[in-house]
């Protein structure tokens, strides 16, 4: 019997840009949320993410930093200007975008007063106890000086009212949290897990604690995995979950490479949880974390990262491109897209990031219309801000004299990838639909009026520019500047 032929999935042309700079501010940098509720397409953002770079991680060195920051952290400016996380609407009837939510202004003990809300990291439709209807639940990512996250909730699609403020609970004790990334349904239940702390560790916990609540209203969230998988910073986050198989999946990032746990979440917790992988599925520190994970096809894919765009400058891991995993249902695993090792290989013929060294991550996955949809972040355009012609390595000397310019626009900007069976793939865009600025894939929301890429994109509102031949920038306006949203379909 012939197979049928596939419908046809989505080309580059297929695609029109609904949103860009950023909702018309540059330190809209990452579409950091997304979903479709109500008939709109939702988006949480997160602000001046280059900025923040700057300011809490000073091992992070880049010769010209890429984006002005001319307000201090906490500052009055800063915190006016370029700190409070928002949330949009997009109605696609009326083509109309409309900002529902910012954050507020809060004070902590010392009377300093700041924006509540850097951005809004997890979104998702849950219908809890309390809850007459799905309703919109958003996490929020909060400040080291302020009092944790907060969720907040909406019925009507309209109005975000917080919560009661999340407790996070263990037997061992309370857990201090500063940002939630996934939010995850199950079995009537939601699941999250700690993703930040403060300092500057935006993707480590340091803890590797799981949590459920059956009414989020409640604020009241109770431990599932106690004590844990393993001490960090051997499993210093869990930064992703899914459901396949009818298993929750939890995917950890750690020093020597991610692991993949499961569990059917039955009786009560803590759980039996199953090991599936470990030390990065053989690849070890490399694949440092797990970045995103889908179901697709009776088959679990997880795309993998190393933190801080593919290089961890505090770890001394990388910079390594992405790989994708493929588990199935029994625990045996295909290596997709990356390295063959240990009698195994890439099922797809590509290397790590789809032969391309410059993806750190495979940062988001959907499905739409039966394909398999998948972005990345590619760090290529951060060259453009390296002195090249006075690195130490070859491979440097030799990109500075073929020309940096030119390789960026070849190669700069996220790459979007499309499957129908986890081994062939097709190229939608290798370029950020043309814009080098648009380093990431940062949310994939598939819906009925077609499916939505969603960019992160740091490098605004005033990006570096090179003055002349010698190494002199000035920062300009950068009207290519702050995340895009585009429609295809």
């Known amino acids: 019997m012939l197979t049928p032929e596939p419908p046809p999935g989505l080309r580059e042309t297929a695609f029109r840009k609904i949103c860009e700079n950023g909702f018309g501010d540059g330190y809209n940098a990452y579409a950091y949320s997304a979903v479709w509720f109500r008939e709109h397409l939702y988006i949480g953002t997160s602000r001046a993410n280059l900025c923040l770079l700057k300011f809490a991680m000073p091992f992070v060195r880049i010769d010209t930093w890429p984006v002005d920051c001319p307000y201090q ?162 499993v210093a986050v869990i930064y992703e979950m899914a459901v396949c198989h009818d298993y929750l999946y939890a995917g950890t990032g750690g020093i020597n490479g991610f692991q993949i746990w499961r569990t059917q979440a039955e009786g009560s917790p803590p759980y039996k949880w199953e090991k599936i992988l470990s030390n990065g599925a053989g690849r070890g520190a490399l694949n440092q974390g797990v970045v995103s994970m889908i179901a697709y096809k009776d088959c679990l894919y997880v795309g993998t990262g190393i933190q801080n765009g593919g290089y961890d400058h505090r770890w001394k891991i990388g910079p390594a491109a992405a790989e994708i995993i493929r588990i199935h249902a029994d625990g045996q695993w295909d290596i997709v897209i990356g390295s063959a090792r240990d009698g195994k290989e890439p099922i797809s013929g590509f290397g790590a990031g789809f032969n391309n060294y410059f993806c750190g991550y495979i940062w988001r996955m959907g499905i739409h219309e039966g394909w398999l949809y998948v972005g990345t972040m590619d760090w290529s355009v951060i060259l453009r801000f390296v002195d090249l012609e006075n690195k130490p390595m070859k491979s440097a000397r030799l990109l500075a004299e073929m020309g940096v310019e030119r390789f960026i626009d070849y190669q700069g900007g996220f790459d979007l990838w499309r499957t129908w069976d986890g081994e062939n793939w097709l190229p939608v865009t290798k370029t950020g639909f043309g814009n080098p600025f648009n380093y990431g894939c940062r949310n994939i929301v598939s819906t009925p009026h077609g499916l939505f890429i969603c960019t992160a994109n740091p490098f605004g509102p005033k990006v570096a520019t090179r003055i002349g031949k010698e190494w002199k920038w000035a920062y300009r306006d950068n009207p290519h500047g702050g995340l895009e949203v585009w429609q295809g379909g």
């Open 73 to 234: 952290n906490y500052t009055r400016a800063f915190e006016r200007l370029a700190a409070r996380g928002e949330i949009w609407r997009y109605d696609p009837i009326t083509s109309l975008w409309e900002r529902l939510f910012r954050a507020p202004f809060v004070r902590d003990g010392e009377g300093v007063r700041f924006s509540r809300d850097l951005g809004y990291r997890g979104m998702t439709v849950f219908q809890g106890r309390s809850d007459q209807a799905p309703a919109l639940y958003v996490a929020s990512w909060a400040r080291s000086r302020g009092q944790g996250p907060e969720i907040l909730r909406s019925t009507d699609g309209r109005v975000f009212t917080p919560v009661a403020k999340p407790r996070f609970k263990s037997a061992r004790e309370d857990i201090t949290v500063t940002a939630i990334r996934a939010l995850t349904p199950y079995k009537g239940r939601l699941f999250t897990a700690p993703t930040g702390a403060s300092k500057g560790n935006v993707n480590m916990a340091w803890t590797s604690l799981i949590f459920e609540t059956a009414d989020p209203v409640s604020g009241q969230w109770y431990s599932v995995n106690d004590p844990g998988f393993e001490r960090p910073p051997e």
